[in-house]
């Protein structure tokens, strides 16, 4: 059984006039949310991670540092482009691409590519996923690239208002 976490980044500040999209930082609630979903997935799913793979934003980069700090995973932080406002077909693809070898991976990367995605692969009609929620799906295929809405099941999603404040 593989699985695999979609995690949208965590809340950015909008505080710093001039930076670029891709520059924007995590917000105090964003610094403060990350790390305790992070921890909280580590104490209660009791699962290790493979591989983390993060869209280049700065946000979500960060975001995937605290998760990366407690999950320790297998390999080094995998950044790919495509996550960042590629798509949702793009963010599909970069699923289909991990290794056969990995169990359990963790993506962070952007709406509305991610809700859409979620939506997809969970057959869901979720209107918004918050910042820093993360959707838990479980797949039996033996390859990655072999993911689609009709072999995923989507286990839960966990929102870090309802889990922190």
């Known amino acids: 059984m593989k699985n695999f976490f979609i995690v949208r980044h965590a809340k950015s500040s909008w505080s710093q006039h001039g930076l670029s999209d891709i520059e924007r930082p995590l917000n105090k609630r964003g610094n403060h949310d990350a790390p305790k979903m992070a921890a909280y997935l580590k104490n209660n799913l009791e699962l290790t991670l493979d591989w983390i793979i993060s869209s280049p934003a700065v946000r979500a980069r960060q975001t995937a540092g605290y998760f990366y700090d407690v999950f320790q995973p297998k390999n080094d932080l995998d950044i790919r482009r495509d996550i960042y406002h590629g798509g949702m077909e793009d963010v599909v693809d ?72």
């Open 94 to 165: 970069v699923l289909r691409s991990i290794e056969s070898k990995a169990q359990n991976v963790l993506l962070i990367g952007h709406n509305p590519d991610l809700t859409m995605l979620v939506n997809y692969l969970g057959n869901s009609n979720i209107e918004n996923i918050p910042t820093c929620s993360t959707s838990h799906f479980q797949t039996k295929v033996e390859e990655w690239k072999e993911i689609n809405s009709e072999n995923v099941k989507l286990v839960k999603v966990y929102l870090p208002k309802k889990l922190f404040y």
